[in-house]
């Protein structure tokens, strides 16, 4: 599975941006897609999940009620919908698969990740 993401960039606090990741895989329907975040220094950190059987979702603390994930298996897409940004948002936000939904709140149980999308928030 490739995953390749997109839509990062500078945005102003208070503003928002859209963060696609495209899939390369036939299953892709049936991982489990999340989001994760890097700032330097810091470790990586869980942003957001959805499932692929049910399009559950799951969102991290720092990101609950500003940020949405979804999913458009018909593209093999996840999504994330940043609003209200602020400067601590400010990190490489990377896409994510894993084939089952146990532990999809830790990075070390994802099966494959993308090369990342950087978001620089200004305050």
């Known amino acids: 599975v490739q995953l390749v993401e997109s839509g990062g960039g500078l945005v102003q606090a208070g503003g928002s941006l859209r963060l696609s990741c495209a899939a390369s895989a036939r299953t892709f329907s049936s991982h489990v897609l999340g989001w994760f975040r890097q700032a330097p220094g810091q470790e990586r950190e869980f942003v957001a999940a959805i499932t692929g059987s049910t399009g559950n979702t799951y969102y991290g603390d720092s990101g609950k009620g500003r940020f949405t994930i979804s999913r458009e298996n018909a593209k093999n897409a996840v999504y994330l919908q940043m609003n209200s940004l602020k400067p601590e948002d400010t990190a490489t936000y990377y896409c994510?698969?894993?084939?089952?939904?146990?532990?999809?709140?830790?990075?070390?149980?994802?099966?494959?990740w993308g090369q990342g999308t950087q978001v620089t928030v200004s305050s």
């Open positions: 994510a698969a894993k084939r089952n939904e146990f532990r999809l709140r830790y990075r070390t149980a994802y099966d494959y």
